[in-house]
């Protein structure tokens, strides 16, 4: 309620323009629903960081949710149509993920937030590399309930098995993780619905 509150306020000031809400946007801090969309959202590099926000007065408290995304690898984050403002730094733009988006789906990647069953399969993964930290997630969110499993500062051998009923997978540190089995190739909507089959597959990070 008070969220609806102030932008209504916001919109009824001289000079704020009422143009459709955006689906593509690079730093600042942008109203949601005024000036972006919500919804889930990708980087391919170059932010910063970023936060989900309950209000615009610069307060601590008003921080939903933030991140430091991977230097080396796209971002992901899921802004809800009850957030007031997303706060983005560094030179990053961000983009709306729908149903238009369709990589080549991945066996084998490196850093960064993936979409399981969009971006990479699910299944048994191996990396011989040191990591910096992992998680299954369950969502994009930013906040610590969609963490479903994570670790950090790993060296060594390590053997994961990312489930096809996890919505994505963040690593970092430079790791290189490869799908270990042939199990089932079906991969999902974007929207999580709809199973697909006959994805393309990449090989390589």
Do not use: C
């Amino acid at each position: 309620m008070k969220k609806s509150i102030a932008l209504l306020a916001l919109l009824l000031l001289p000079g704020i323009a009422q143009a459709a809400p955006t689906t593509r946007f690079g730093p600042g801090i942008h109203l949601v629903g005024i000036d972006i969309q919500a919804g889930l959202y990708r980087s391919e590099g170059g932010v910063d960081y970023f936060a989900r926000l309950s209000g615009v007065s610069g307060d601590f408290g008003e921080i939903i949710a933030n991140g430091i995304p991977s230097e080396d690898g796209p971002a992901l984050v899921e802004i809800l149509p009850e957030d007031a403002a997303f706060e983005s730094t560094g030179d990053g733009e961000w983009y709306l993920v729908d149903d238009s988006y369709a990589p080549e789906i991945r066996i084998s990647f490196g850093d960064g937030a993936w979409i399981v069953g969009v971006d990479i399969l699910p299944g048994l993964y191996r990396t011989e590399d040191d990591v910096d930290y992992y998680a299954r997630l369950s969502g994009f969110s930013g906040q610590l309930a969609d963490i479903l499993a994570n670790n950090a500062i790993t060296t060594g051998r390590i053997t994961l098995q990312i489930l096809d009923t996890d919505v994505g997978f963040e690593t970092s540190g430079g790791a290189i993780w490869t799908r270990m089995d042939t199990t089932s190739t079906a991969v999902r909507s974007v929207t999580w619905g709809e199973v697909k089959t006959g994805a393309k597959i990449e090989n390589s990070p």
